[in-house]
């Protein structure tokens, strides 16, 4: 009766989560996937569907060329962008997790722009010029970097270093959860590795990086969709802009958004076998 009893608390409380998924996630979804498959029109009757199965598809992939370029675009400055956000927040978890005076503030710092930078925010401070490094000439770092890179691929790198300080921001939450994975290793483990003359190096590869290497995954992801839901992620402005374009509309606007999501499913699933945990097999 009592495990009974429990199980029914266990799903009053993820009741509300259930609706607002069925409600807010969900069905958005089937409707979304419901448009992409109609050519949409309004009339004085309201909205009319024609149906036309993968053509919205079709026309997406073969005559929006912009969009694929985007797409494309989207995926090379993601795969650079997230190692650096990762990164990052892993040096200064480390830092924050040594014996320093005002500890609680620099988190406070770091995280601060999570909460304060919206997304209407950010656009100023993008269109503003305030996400660049001070004192930096973009045109001699492109310059540089087209001697040694491809120029496709320059200009991601240089775009990079003109909104650094935008993709620093974006490693707020990163930096708390490598922290309280951090502090959750025994120090008795570093400890014991110095005893038998293990380096700091070696302490780092062999105790701190495997223990959060779930962590790691799970920055990963959160990082990727972080990204891809971004104010400044023109992939979402195409979108809705052919939404209500008199021409397109909500059926082409959504095979768009569809086949983004494809985009995104695909690249969550690549990090996720890259860096799931791998078990051991065992023979004999």
Request: charged residues 10%; positive net charge; aromatic residues 16%.
């Amino acid at each position: 009766m009592k495990l009974k009893r429990e199980t029914l608390y266990g799903y009053f409380f993820i009741l509300p989560w259930l609706v607002g998924f069925l409600g807010l996630v969900l069905y958005p979804m089937i409707q979304s996937f419901y448009y992409s498959l109609n050519s949409m029109r309004i009339t004085p009757t309201g909205l009319r569907f024609i149906y036309v199965g993968f053509n919205n598809y079709l026309d997406v992939w073969l005559q929006d060329m912009f969009f694929i370029t985007e797409l494309g675009g989207f995926a090379v400055d993601t795969l650079i962008r997230i190692p650096v956000i990762v990164v990052f927040a892993l040096v200064i978890a480390m830092l924050l997790n040594q014996d320093v005076k005002f500890k609680g503030l620099f988190r406070t710092i770091f995280f601060l722009p999570v909460i304060v930078a919206s997304g209407p925010v950010i656009n100023q401070l993008v269109d503003q010029g305030a996400t660049a490094i001070p004192m930096l000439n973009l045109d001699v770092v492109m310059n540089i970097l087209t001697m040694f890179l491809p120029n496709y691929l320059a200009e991601v790198v240089g775009g990079l270093f003109n909104q650094i300080i935008t993709i620093l921001w974006y490693s707020g939450v990163q930096i708390l959860l490598f922290l309280a994975a951090l502090q959750k290793i025994d120090p008795n483990l570093y400890e014991a590795a110095k005893i038998d003359g293990g380096s700091s190096w070696e302490c780092f590869w062999k105790i701190t990086l495997p223990t959060i290497k779930p962590i790691i995954l799970i920055n990963l992801v959160y990082t990727l969709i972080s990204l891809a839901n971004s104010g400044q992620n023109p992939i979402i402005d195409l979108i809705y802009a052919n939404m209500f374009n008199a021409t397109r509309g909500y059926g082409f606007a959504s095979a768009m958004a569809w086949m983004y999501a494809i985009l995104i499913t695909f690249m969550l699933a690549v990090i996720v076998l890259v860096f799931r945990e791998r078990k051991s097999k065992r023979f004999g």
